[in-house]
Nanobody, 115 residues
Framework: QMQLVESGGGLVQPGGSLRLSCAAF????????MGWYRQAPGKQRELVAS???????DYADSVEGRFTISRDNAKNTVYLQMNSLKPEDTAVYSC?????????WGQGTQVTVSS
């Protein structure tokens, strides 16, 4: 069993930055592929960025060059550094952990980009 706890969301002006954290508890973190997803009101959840257990990262086209995903296996934590934020980045951001057919989700953290 794994518990995921996100933090770091909040209100930021357009062009600003935030760093989200997702701390994992209760399992062997470094075996899991990790992902950040977001869901805006009235829209489907979408994958923002992912990082494999080996450290390979991938990004949605909409955030490529602005967001960076990273992981610290010593701290059992995955991060999402978000720069040059836009109003359309406003959403609830959630992390997940995947190992084969095992999947865990965090509860999410709200990110609002507004002036």
């Amino acid at each position: 069993q794994m518990q995921l706890v996100e933090s770091g969301g909040g209100l930021v002006q357009p062009g600003g930055s935030l760093r989200l954290s997702c701390a994992a508890f209760g399992s062997i973190f470094n075996l899991y592929d990790m992902g950040w997803y977001r869901q805006a009101p009235g829209k489907q959840r979408e994958l923002v960025a992912s990082i494999t257990s080996g450290g390979s990262a991938d990004y949605a086209d909409s955030v490529e060059g602005r967001f960076t995903i990273s992981r610290d296996n010593a701290k059992n934590t995955v991060y999402l550094q978000m720069n040059s934020l836009k109003p359309e980045d406003t959403a609830v951001y959630s992390c997940n952990a995947r190992l084969a057919n095992i999947l865990y989700w965090g509860q999410g953290t709200q990110v609002t980009v507004s002036s």
